[in-house]
């Protein structure tokens, strides 16, 4: 395999120049850097500090609002890691921090359940198959703005078309984003359907790469769809599908518009996600330190999360 | 081995010239950041930034393009650009704009938006801007006591130029079809409430629901309606009070009497106007502007005098909106010139009716234009003398206020309330501890 290390001893195809010596390549007296890795880290220089500007610099500075008493202009006094305690203490993030995680585990099971159902069914040959793809990529196609308003649309209010359905149905009179349960449910599900179709790709895609000859030798052994389904199709695509819940674990614990634009985090909090609350710290209580601390702690979290579910990703490779 | 290849560039070349594009947006950050003087002082090139809200139809804005573009201002002075700024994360936009030194010299904005800012250092006081108003009778102009709405113990913090007032509303086509005659009391109201939800109408119409502010002013108000409030004379919390927890138990018994809408905790501000375009709707709470919000049904629309409550107190809930000038600003005279300008122009937005609320001058309340609509006079003459705001009941407004309207406790109290389950006391002790983690800060 060639690398950059072992390169440097090759002949140089478009100067034609020998391969430059041990010596040529350090700096004099053999100290400190050489001159090829100087020009490597200048190369890389720029979008490091580019970087370092877009990423680091927000990133220290909102650590500083994490520790103040300020607003968005003026930094304030500092307070240590009383925005934290603050945090940690009050009810409301950990109702918010329990939805997160209801949020999270339907939204990541639940789309990844229909992603890869929809994707078994794709693979088999059923007319207009090119068609159905394209249709069921459209939740996640369309814009969340979008999305968010015609669900609204459909069950905002007792007029509309669902609880009219429902009605009729003998369900009685539903208020789907005033009852708080029903609420939960009804942006959990708006998650699924809007993320189901990534998961769907994501599957596709594994499904894809697996040899269709294995599933001869297993037919051949005598094993059943189901069996074949849980000890072949499951552990050959489980590298991917341990990528999509990372990812998607990312999604939905991050995922503003979903929940903000449904409901806003109501009814009185039932559907208050962390980064739903957080951003409420912020810009509507007009309350920096304490929002900014939230995100950190939500940043924490999903770093163990992600962390965890990557080291399982490596224990397949290994396997 | 830095010979260029032709046409080509050498090595050390190369790294220079990325050196200098990484140097060059350094250094104009740092010259930018350095530069607290005229270059972006609320408009580059002298020039002064007025950034105004979509106060209205698309008409409004521009119509304000017309009016800025329009002025001429004083020698040596720049003219005045004009920037449209969305409600949606403007409290983001301003902050960020005014950290780096590129916000604007004047602007309309948030009803208290002028008091968070100037509680930051931000805002230059109108204290010289009203003397001159006072020399050439325009302060005389504005109707009475909304001037004083402005003023804090440092200063008049912006000149008020719109009040958005919160008017009872009623259907009239559906009160006749339900036999209810318009209320002038809680019990009319009551009554009014049971009559209409006998055909399927909500007598008291409001909603609380993703990003709509409604219900908590609507709350508000009637807790102001009942000589009640957020506040004690002092400006601290003072929620658990006898007027809030009848005003609040009022509500209660209109959401279990089935008069407030099921839903209406989670009707966003277009689900309400949906509800009072389909008919839904026969009495609420709304803005001046509901008859061209709801005009399926606009001409049965029409504005309802002040209640009078239990407390036998007559009282609304209004916002005075305003013109703030900030100390970013290429000259506070330059400041005060242009915002004279404007003021002698907002007539304009009446005299070519563009989805406003309710004037604050005399001069527009009276005249013939504004006067072809019952219902924006009716605001004027009604409700307004007895409006208050949001700090009531002290008189002065302050910078928390900014929080409190849209805040997070206001929001999740007025939808407790819409779902009739609390006990109005709790709900307002509970208020109470959040506005004081509010306020404190």
Redesign the interface.
Known sequence: MRTLTDSGGAPSARTGRPPATPRSATSAGGRGLSRRAI?MI??V??AL??LLLINAYPLVVAASQSVH?G????TGEFVALTNYADVLTSP?FWSAARFTLIFTVVGVFGSWLVGMGLALLLRTRIPGRGLFKVLLMLPWVVPIVVSATAW?WLV????SPVPTAAAKLGFG?L?F??DPTL?AITVCVFKVWVSFPFMMLMTSAALAAVDATVYEAAGIDGASRRQQFVHITLPLISRSTYISWILMTIFCVNDFPTI??????????ATSSLVVLAY??V?????TGPGVAIAFLMTLVLVIISTTLYRQIRKVDIA | MNKATPGGVT?RGF?GL??A??AAPALAACNVSGNSGANNSGGGGGSLKFWDMPWGTPAYNELGKKLVTGYTPPEGSGKATYQVIQWN?F??TF??A??SKTGPAVSSGAGFQAF??AD???IAYADDFIETLKKDGTYDDFLPGVIDTMKTDKGYVAVPWQTDVRPFWYNKALLDQAGAKVPTTWDELLAAGLALKKIGVSGFATG?????PGGSHHMVAMMINNGGGLFDADGKPDCVTEANIQAMSFVRELTNEGII????????I??LD??WN?K?AGIGIHSPGLAARASKVGKDLHVMSPLKSPSGTVAGLYFVNNLMMYTNTPSQEASEAFLKYYLSQIHTYWENPVGMAVPVLKSIASADYFAKDPNQVAIVEKWIPVCKTYAAQKTQSFAAL??VD????L??FA??ML?GKTDPKAALTTLQQGLES?VK?
């Open positions: 020009t200048l190369l220089a720029p500090i580019l008493n607003t968005l202009i003026v409301r609204n905002g209010t007792a007029t009179e208020t984003l005033a609420a903000y634009l449904l409901t806003g985090g109501g009814p009185v909090d409420r710290s810009f509507q209580d007009l309350q | 090595r790294l990325a050196g594009a990484i994360g409290y983001q902050s960020s005014i950290a968070q800012f930051q250092g931000q609380s629901g993703a990003d709509n809408d099921k839903g209406a905790v989670s009707y966003t277009d689900n949906t509800q389909n839904k900014a929080a849209g805040g997070q406790p929001a999740k939808q407790t779902q509010i800060r």
